[in-house]
């Protein structure tokens, strides 16, 4: 069975960082002690703050450790999209979703691959129909499960 | 030098007798005109007829500046709306601003107020003054443009800002007096160095400097980078404008227009009178306006007033200059500032117990207001963009309600420091 739209949404957790020295490391080391892996992340930075971007392995536990640590944080749905591996690979898939009318906010990579396929994470507006888009078009997303025990 | 000497040199005595009889009309006047009084008169039992003495004021109830958000915008006033010739008004704290009303005889006594600070600073009618306050409903403005009329002096009202242009008509024109917000005077002091204005050929001899605190410090490095006598001039809307009190040339203090404003000295505490000499908040009654007189008005400044004779020769009270304030407001480039109106701004965007935390500093020789907003779950998105957006509209807000401009930093939770659950609002890091 296919799993469509809704089943296929990846939990993102996104942070507010001040752009001061040991906050990072300060995310890092509450994960780390509460055993939670980060499987990929990402920093958009302005001069004065910055957001930081991960897929863990535990999004929900993750939430709530932050949380209690302090920072303000949020649960974002995001698509976890398999990509060639080679030249052109990515181009292929952002080629579907322009002709669909669907615009990415951001993206970024995971470090681990599932495959021989390398991973991206896409964040849209329109994620469920982004989904399907994706899978008519044979380009594998991948489940919050698979993602998180990667 | 005296613009009205027979007044500003009063015997006390004489001086006493003619404040009681404009206390008792004014007194009479607003209980009989403007129904808030009435209503806090009666609520204190007290009646037009019990004031018998000066010492009797103290019976009155006070006014704050609540009542006058409370009767906007003009039921404070005690004329019909036709005998008003101007009003201005201050900033408000919900976006609503403060308002004053001046007759054609208040904008006359005005002006003679102004007159006798521009005159104690040895300046005339062959002066040439040059009006860098801000002109508009802020008094500052306006307010030392009457007095330097009527004065007879050449005024150049240039307003606020625009340096360079400032300091060309300072050579041009021979500015012989420059009033503006001390801050903004020595600000136009490094600009002049900078540009390699030949300060020999300035006639700028005085600076009367208001609307901000400022210290003996900044006098002194006034005084030396201009070349000039730097007075002291102090003023609020709601008792008047700029020239309540003014500094003669000892600048010992500055001059109470006393046959105009009775000031008094108060625990702010316990509202009690403190004698001469003592240290607390600034309470004035206006005893000879038409428009809009007010009754007690706790001004919330701190200072401390010398009934002992000036060796200039003025009987008037003085006051020292202003150390601080009861309550939260700051002053910045001549600005009343209130946490207060940054808080409501927050709230419109949502937040319902938003962190934030006012933090002024003088950079040079300008004041810049950074307001911190710690991020809160609601506010915070996983996009930069709309981040930025929140800032933009905080910036663009704040700017609209304060209307000075002020640099918006998002901060991290916790970041403001709480004392006993309750945030510090304020940080001043100006060294004046």
Known sequence: ?150 | MFWQKELECMPREELRKLQLDKLKETVQRVYDKVPFYRQAFQAKGVEPGDIKSLEDLRKLPFTVKQDLRDNYPFGLFTVPMESIVRVHASSGTTGKPTVVGYTQQDIVNWSDQVARSITAAGESSSSMVQIAYGYGLFTGGLGFHYGAERVGATVVPISGGNSKRQLMLMEDFGTTLLCCTPSYALNLAEEAHENGVDFSKLKLKTGIFGAEPWSLNMRKELEAKWGIKAMDIYGLSEIMGPGVSYECICQKGLHISEDFFLPEIINPETGEPLPYGEKGELVFTTIDKEGFPIIRYRTRDISILHEDKCDCGRTFVRMERVTGRTDDMLIIRGVNVFPSQVESVLLEIGETEPHYQLVVDRKGTLDELEVWVEVSDKMFSDEVRRLEDIERKLRQEINSILGIGAKIKLVEPKTIPRSEGKAKRVVDKREI
Request: aromatic share 4%; charged share 25%.
């Open chain 1, 1 to 150: 069975m296919i799993l469509r739209g809704e089943g296929m949404r990846v939990k993102q957790i996104s942070l507010f960082l001040e752009n001061k020295s040991g906050r990072l490391a300060e995310v890092t080391r509450l994960l780390g002690t509460n055993d939670i892996n980060i499987r990929a992340l990402s920093i958009a930075d302005t001069t004065d703050f910055g957001i930081l971007r991960m897929i863990v392995s535990n999004p929900d536990e993750a939430l709530k450790v932050l949380k209690e640590g302090g920072f303000t944080v949020s649960m974002t749905d995001v698509i976890a999209v398999e990509v060639a591996d080679q030249p052109g690979g990515l181009g292929a898939v952002l080629q579907v979703l322009q002709d669909n009318g669907i615009n990415i906010e951001y993206l970024y990579a995971f470090l681990e691959k599932s495959s021989n396929d390398a991973l991206v994470v896409l964040r849209v507006e329109q994620i469920d129909e982004a989904i399907n888009i994706l899978q008519a078009k044979g380009i594998n997303t991948l489940k919050g499960e698979d993602v998180y025990s990667l």
